[in-house]
Nanobody
């Protein structure tokens, strides 16, 4: 399986971005998927997960601001990020909740005025 994240960029504090992550292969729909992020000097952390039937869990610091969703037919997971803060700056990646697959390149999110 290959993972390709996209949608990052530079946004002002309070702004929004929508990230997408497409998976190759035919097994996407059976996995719990997650979005992770890694800021410089920090460990990679799990930001949000979504089960095969759409149940979601979020890191406390993003609750109420981020929304994870998935389209199994398109083998894609999304992360809608609203009310972005400077501390959200990081490279964002997707993977299963158990980090089962090789990491893709990720997509950089920068929040700055």
């Amino acid at each position: 399986v290959q993972l390709q994240a996209s949608g990052g960029g530079l946004v002002q504090p309070g702004g929004s971005l929508r990230l997408s992550c497409a998976a190759s292969g035919n097994i996407f729909s059976i996995y719990v998927m997650g979005w992770y992020r890694q800021a410089p000097g920090n460990e990679r952390e799990l930001v949000a997960t979504i089960t095969t039937d759409g149940r979601t869990i979020y890191l406390d610091s993003v609750k109420g601001r981020f929304t994870i969703s998935r389209d199994n037919a398109k083998k894609t997971v999304y992360l809608q990020m609203n009310s972005l803060k400077p501390e959200d700056k990081a490279v964002y990646y997707c993977n299963t909740n158990r980090r089962s697959w090789p990491w893709g390149q990720g997509t950089l999110v920068t929040v700055s005025s």
